[in-house]
């Protein structure tokens, strides 16, 4: 079904707007992909999208892709950069739902994990969650006050890997309480040279990693939930690393050398 | 020597806002400092600064520092915006001397050093330069054609890293074959599966890492000059990394266990 729109005063480019807020994306449980390689990667994935939207232009340079989608709104440039207020707008962008994954009790917990604590930055939330994508995590979980997973920027910076990992939003006390049950570590870090030095934990397939809030690090009493904390051993002035920096170099060294 | 001013019109402004730019830095021979983070980084590390720039109220909050300023403005907040264009601005900033680090032939090449080719985002540079400042790094090289190393942006995401290692801009080809006639390694980096793994690469002291563009990575000549080309194995689906990223990985493993 093709239907054109040539107004932003229409009703679904008012809804589409509101997809760039939280409580938006809530009340419709969608999210907006911008750009091609978005979503590419999402059909890649083999995840449904709800509808597609495209200038006149990009619609005609793609009709394999086109004929995909169960919706096709054919909009003007001026409603699409409305809606997404990118710099650089590509003309093509599509309506996925919010992916289901919920806490269930007796879920499998395997493989390397990523909880994030108040990580306020959307850029660093997205870069944190390619990176586990990258180095072979099963999944992230980010506390509540962080960065909102589908925000438009975070979404950005994941750059698809949300369809590549499982995603949650929840309490990480309840998370880490999950995992000590199971007997699975559950690493902290801490800017704090009397914490572990990573370069004494041994890489492994199994294990929860806590990143903290950018300016405050990890919540007190997380810390003391963790089975241990780790630090990186600076050896130069800096006083701190950037939160996307320490995640990267923790997560590639704790799996370092495991199996594909 | 302390000098009120209250107009943007005031040439001093006028020059002040010029350091925004490069041919402004360079003119000028001097850039911006930001903030008394940056101010007190630069006193410590025993830098002379050439002026600081302060609202009445800051300035009165810190007669310690102000008094060992030989120049002092006292200047409106209204003005301080509109030299800094900053976010959240403090009332406070300073004015440096460009660092006078010029390649000399027979200079002091030992200790790790990162070479950046052609990295375009300001955020990205500056990170990598903080990130070389924590990994104990003597010095970060950039392409011509990167992002500005005091730029305003650059200066920012240092967070004062500029004040701890060597910085140079300059042509990766010369600083290559230099470090090769000198018979120390330079790693590339290549995101190709049949370069070498990081894995693979033994802790050093002595070395140079070469990051590309972000888009495009290395440019294709500098790849053939180097010792070796390394790649990071990813074990997820995520087609890169970011190079800040990437570097901080890299920058860690390769200097990893070597003495304080």
Do not use: C
């Amino acid at each position: 079904m093709r239907e054109q729109l040539t107004s932003i005063k229409n009703q679904h480019v008012k809804d589409w707007k509101k997809l760039a807020t939280k409580k938006g994306r809530e009340k419709f449980n969608a999210y907006l992909l911008d750009g091609w390689h978005l979503v590419e990667e999402a059909l890649k994935s083999g995840r449904e999208l709800t509808a597609l939207i495209g200038t006149a232009a990009e619609l005609a340079a793609h009709e394999d892709i086109v004929a995909r989608f169960p919706k096709v709104y054919e909009v003007t440039p001026a409603i699409l950069n409305h809606v997404l207020d990118t710099v650089t707008p590509q003309g093509i962008a599509a309506i996925a739902p919010l992916p289901a994954h919920q806490f269930k009790p007796g879920m499998d917990l395997s493989g390397a994990w990523l909880f994030l604590d108040r990580v306020q930055d959307p850029g660093n939330v997205g870069t944190m969650i390619r990176t586990a994508d990258a180095a072979g995590f099963a999944g992230v979980v980010v506390s509540h006050r962080s960065a909102d997973l589908f925000s438009p920027k975070v979404v950005r910076s994941m750059q698809g890997s949300q369809f590549h990992l499982q995603l949650f939003t929840g309490d990480l006390t309840k998370w880490v309480a999950d995992f000590t049950a199971a007997k699975i570590p559950v690493f902290g870090t801490q800017l704090n040279p009397q914490a572990k030095s990573y370069l004494d934990v041994e890489p492994r397939e199994n294990f929860a990693l806590i990143m903290g809030n950018e300016g405050h690090g990890m919540a007190a009493d997380l810390l003391e939930q963790t089975t241990a904390n780790l630090y990186i051993p600076m050896r130069g002035e800096a006083e701190s690393l950037n939160v996307a920096v320490s995640a990267g170099i923790l997560m590639f060294a704790l799996t370092a050398g495991q199996a594909k």
